[in-house]
């Protein structure tokens, strides 16, 4: 007998592995391995989550009305140009699922979010990545990577797993050297944390053109990734696509309502803020006066380069898991000498800087 064969394309795509949150044998695990938010949900989120406990036979709003409207107030955008999603993820793929297909291409750049080329093989239209300078994405080399078969390019910014970010004068020249019929997708996840003049996570670009969608999430700042909420913010003519090719009760009433909640919640949002203000220049400096590479970040988390020999990245990842530390190798990105480190509390954060001192000092 012969069994059903996948399209082609789909046994090309390598599984996205998460963040590990377990290690045998460790008392105490602290997880700094998936830029989850440091102080965990508003509290007012965690109220409206379980509020909805007596509910959970009765279908959620599909249309995600009242949480649209909520994101609507919190940035000032138009509601009815906003697609709520299982988490960005989702959005993502929808989006390479709409306007990508066999034969086409998918452009991002280099250390760009691996869930790009999953999206684009899933639908059998092939990843093409464009290289960064000095870490950093290249409008440049996009443009120059950009093809008669490119039809959707996407933009961390700020990047994951680097940190760096490009500025909104960069971004608009991107989508203005982009040909019309070329979907730019900015994937702003880490918004919320950037302090920088010259960023904007994209909303003048959706609204002043036809083809540019900013996509959003509440995992990070509002640290709901067990939720799997997120966002996008379109153009009228993209909204009403994807409205049209999501399922229909994508986005659960619980999470909904915790979304809602932790929008309303400025005052925690900010406290959330400040904590990363002050805890990410802090970590970057103690692992520079250790001989490490930090990264420049704008995010809730670092890029720390090892040198090559007795004291890489590999073997720093296996002496903090055995003191139940737990953080993100970077070899899947393509990034072998580094690892990545969420912005945790305090106390965490200091545990990782007391043991990699004691790795960088061994002999």
């Not at 290289?131 to 994951?160: C, G, M, Q, W, Y």
């Not at 995992?219 to 994807?242: E, F, I, Q, T």
Request: glycine share 8%; hydrophobic share 45%.
């Amino acid at each position: 007998m012969t069994a059903p064969i996948a399209r082609p394309g789909i046994m090309d795509i390598s599984p996205y592995v998460g963040g590990e949150s377990k290690l045998a044998d460790a008392q105490r695990i602290i997880k700094l391995s998936s830029n989850e938010g440091a102080l965990g949900p508003s509290p007012r989120a965690m109220e409206a989550y379980k509020a909805l406990a007596g509910e959970l036979h009765r279908y959620p709003d599909g249309g995600c009305t009242e949480l649209r409207r909520a994101i609507a107030e919190r940035y000032g955008l138009d509601a009815d140009r906003i697609v709520c999603g299982a988490g960005s993820d989702e959005l993502i793929g929808l989006l390479c699922k709409a306007y990508a297909g066999p034969g086409d291409e998918v452009l991002y750049s280099q250390y760009g979010f691996l869930m790009y080329p999953i999206s684009a093989k899933a639908v059998g239209a092939t990843p093409v990545t464009a290289p960064e300078v000095e870490l950093r994405t290249s409008v440049d080399n996009l443009l120059a990577a950009v093809t008669e078969r490119t039809k959707i390019v996407f933009v961390a910014n700020p990047n994951n797993p680097t940190g760096t970010y490009i500025s909104a004068e960069e971004m608009k020249r991107l989508r203005d050297g982009l040909p019309s019929h070329v979907l730019l997708v900015i994937d702003a996840a880490y918004a919320e944390f950037v302090g920088r003049n010259d960023y904007s996570a994209g909303e003048e670009l959706v609204e002043s053109t036809d083809n540019t969608v900013m996509t959003r999430t509440f995992s990070k700042m509002y640290a709901l990734g067990g939720l799997r909420l997120g966002w996008a913010y379109c153009p009228a003519n993209v909204a009403d696509v994807l409205q049209r090719v999501r399922n229909p009760f994508n986005v659960p009433a619980p999470a909904q309502a915790a979304g809602v909640a932790a929008l309303r919640d400025t005052a925690f949002a900010d406290l959330c803020r400040a904590h990363n203000d002050v805890w990410l220049p802090w970590l970057a400096e103690q692992l520079t006066a250790l001989g490490l590479e930090a990264v420049p970040s704008v995010a809730n988390f670092l890029l720390v380069r090892f040198p090559a020999g007795g004291k890489d990245a590999q073997a720093a990842d296996a002496f903090l898991r055995k003191r139940g530390i737990i953080v993100r190798a970077m070899a899947g990105y393509g990034l072998p000498d580094s690892l990545r480190i969420t912005i945790g509390r305090d106390d965490e954060l200091k545990l990782v800087v007391e043991a990699l001192t004691e790795f960088m000092e061994q002999s």
